[in-house]
């Protein structure tokens, strides 16, 4: 078993895979699906700290594709939802949806907090919010984020080592 994960490491050491991976699970846990991004980044840099600003930036590319992915799914939802919603459900969620409304676009950029920012995705393309807009400040908080993880842990750290 050592052997395989020795192995596993290895592979995912070397940056095609290791970037292609950090993509996937950043876009992944940018969907509704449970999950975090931030350890497999920081594995990540920690087996190769030179990828600090690649890694950056495809986990920001992969988590902002990921929640446009949930803009969309909203988008498309919109009309769907209006013919199986009681006029009950949407009083009760009309306060929150006049807050996102009132915020607009700019209510992305919270698309980074856990529980909610993946159902605030949803909800801005449910609300028919301009696409660019929220695709801009979702990279934006994700992208603040990630670089605040990383420098932080790495503050704390005293910088990336691999322990092998």
């Given at each position: ?9 290895t592979t995912l050491a070397l940056p095609q895979y290791g ?128 670089a605040i993880l990383v420098f932080g842990w790495q503050t ?9």
């Amino acid at each position: 078993m050592e052997i395989f994960f020795q192995t596993l490491l290895t592979t995912l050491a070397l940056p095609q895979y290791g970037l292609t991976t950090l993509f996937l699970v950043c876009f992944l846990a940018a969907t509704l699906l449970p999950m975090g991004s931030e350890p497999v980044l920081l594995v990540l840099l920690a087996i190769n700290p030179e990828l600090v600003w690649w890694a950056l930036g495809v986990a920001t590319l992969g988590n902002t594709l990921g929640g446009m992915a949930g803009w969309c799914m909203g988008w498309g939802a919109e009309r769907a939802l209006a013919h199986h919603l009681h006029q009950d459900h949407v009083t009760l969620h009309m306060r929150a949806l006049r807050w996102l409304e009132r915020m607009g676009p700019a209510a992305c950029l919270g698309a980074w907090l856990p529980l909610i920012g993946d159902p605030l995705c949803v909800v801005a393309g449910y609300l028919r919010m301009p696409f660019w807009p929220c695709a801009a400040y979702m990279a934006l908080g994700k992208g603040l984020r990630y670089a605040i993880l990383v420098f932080g842990w790495q503050t704390l750290s005293c910088g990336f080592s691999y322990i092998g």
